[in-house]
T-cell receptor
Framework: ETGVTQTPRHLVMGMTNKKSLKCEQHLGHNAMYWYKQSAKKPLELMFVYNFKEQTENNSVPSRFSPECPNSSHLFLHLHTLQPEDSALYLC??????????????FGPGTRLTVT | RKEVEQDPGPFNVPEGATVAFNCTYSNSASQSFFWYRQDCRKEPKLLMSVYSSGNEDGRFTAQLNRASQYISLLIRDSKLSDSATYLCAVRPHAGGTSYGKLTFGQGTILTVHP
């Protein structure tokens, strides 16, 4: 186990639904990330949170809304998604600022299907 | 040019073979380099970090060539269980508030057959 958990593991939602993905890290890290992984495409970084502050939004559509209430928890709120948003959504965490760090550890992901 | 580029493969090798993958990166200021392994429908798992010229862990050896801007992963004595997608990741630069972000390659598929 990597110490990063995600729920739900699978989610099917309609285009008019609102849902949230949850991520929790038990590693004492200070940075958390959301990635999208679609078939046959590289991992796409969506958002970066450093000490609970969002430091990067990689041109993600506003139908994806992240929330980071503390250094251990990260949410991704979803609304009015499109079928092309179907993908594996991965959360990761890392410890930034010390020598030998920056290694990212991933949760198991949420496989999202938008119908 | 892509920031991080890998040969997608697939590489099909017999058990016991030695196989090597390369990963090129475009930003010469890149600071840290990693290899991840991803099994089908699972999350990427950190395989090795490459902080200096290279390092070795059992059958796996990772090397960094800063002059030519690539990292490599060598797997000796391949096992069936090594079949997976291997992702390289690069930390682009040292400055800014997102200096921990990683850029991933598209992955190289390895299949080890009996």
């Amino acid at each position: 186990e990597t110490g990063v958990t995600q729920t739900p593991r699978h989610l099917v939602m309609g285009m008019t639904n609102k849902k949230s993905l949850k991520c929790e890290q038990h590693l004492g890290h200070n940075a958390m990330y959301w990635y999208k992984q679609s078939a046959k495409k590289p991992l796409e970084l969506m958002f970066v949170y450093n000490f609970k502050e969002q430091t990067e939004n990689n041109s993600v559509p506003s139908r994806f809304s992240p929330e980071c209430p503390n250094s251990s928890h990260l949410f991704l709120h979803l609304h009015t998604l499109q079928p092309e948003d179907s993908a594996l959504y991965l959360c990761a965490s890392s410890q930034m600022g010390t020598v030998g760090s920056y290694e990212q550890y991933f949760g198991p992901g949420t496989r999202l299907t938008v119908t | 040019r892509k920031e991080v580029e890998q040969d997608p493969g697939p590489f099909n090798v017999p058990e016991g073979a030695t196989v090597a993958f390369n990963c090129t990166y475009s930003n010469s200021a890149s600071q840290s380099f990693f290899w991840y392994r991803q099994d089908c429908r699972k999350e990427p798992k950190l395989l090795m970090s490459v902080y200096s010229s290279g390092n070795e862990d059992g059958r796996f050896t990772a090397q960094l060539n800063r002059a030519s801007q690539y990292i490599s992963l060598l797997i000796r004595d391949s096992k069936l269980s090594d079949s997976a997608t291997y992702l390289c990741a690069v930390r682009p630069h040292a400055g800014g508030t997102s200096y921990g972000k990683l850029t991933f390659g598209q992955g190289t598929i390895l299949t080890v057959h009996p």
